[in-house]
């Protein structure tokens, strides 16, 4: 079956660095995106890896390991907009169908002063 | 103007009754989705079409129709609707690229009483 595991909550304090890790299991793996969502609002795009390694973009990091069915997305200088959803989506190929994406249930980050 | 656009943002209505949720994108991408979003849930899919003549299930379907009327608009239908359907419900497009991210409408919070 198709799995995807992250915490459900976590606090982090304005300015420091706070890493969301997110584990899977799917058949067919073609790649793993992060989206952030902000309450009640549409999720955003935030990166996107499919081969092993960091991508940075800014503030956000992510990182991949294909091996271990695990990645993690780092935001560092917190501010307390990033006080949102991050949620981590999969993109397999599975049940006959190809590039699906599977989202994991997100990760409430609260941000405090 | 948003990208996608979907209509209505909130929606009340009575078990039983017709409903019709509409998204129509200005992005000229092909492929477009609906999901759902329950809390504890995450997000899942419950229809998606490639192009204007394909159409696919996706793993929640049951009780759902969808039409592509144009590369640019696609609907999704509750034919009789019951409260377990009250959700919020996002459209999202994406280029057939298979690395590009999916991009989201702002939702329709449907209520089923």
């Known amino acids: 079956g198709q799995n995807i595991d992250q915490p459900t909550e976590m606090t982090a304090t304005e300015g420091a660095i706070v890493q969301i890790n997110c584990t899977y299991q799917?058949?067919?793996?073609?790649?793993l995106f992060w989206y952030q969502q902000h309450a009640g609002e549409a999720p955003t795009f935030l990166s996107y890896?499919?081969?092993?390694g960091l991508e940075e973009k800014g503030r956000f990091s992510s990182f991949l390991s294909r091996s271990k069915g695990y990645s993690y997305l780092l935001l560092k200088e917190l501010q307390m907009k990033d006080s949102a959803s991050y949620l981590c989506?999969?993109?397999?190929?599975?049940?006959?169908?190809?590039?699906?994406?599977?989202f994991g249930t997100g990760t409430l980050l609260a941000v405090q002063p | 103007d948003a990208d996608v656009t979907q209509t209505p943002r909130n929606r009340i209505t009575k078990t039983g009754k017709r409903i019709m949720l509409e998204c129509s994108q200005t992005?000229?991408?092909?492929?477009m989705y609906w999901y759902r979003q329950d809390p504890g849930l995450g997000l899942r899919l419950i229809y998606y079409?490639?192009?204007?003549?394909?159409?696919n299930k996706g793993e929640i379907s049951d009780g759902y129709s969808v039409s592509r009327q144009a590369q640019a608009k696609f609907s999704l239908s509750l034919e009789s609707a019951i409260p377990n359907q009250t959700a919020l419900y996002f459209c999202?497009?994406?280029?057939?690229?298979?690395?590009?991210?999916?991009?989201f409408g702002d939702g329709t919070r449907l209520s089923i009483l």
């Open positions: 079409s490639f192009d204007v003549k394909d159409i």
């Open positions: 999202a497009t994406s280029d057939n690229w298979v690395h590009q991210p999916q991009h």
């Open positions: 799917t058949s067919g793996f073609n790649g």
């Open positions: 890896n499919v081969l092993d």
């Open positions: 989506a999969v993109r397999a190929n599975y049940g006959g169908a190809t590039n699906k994406l599977i």
């Open positions: 992005k000229g991408h092909d492929r």
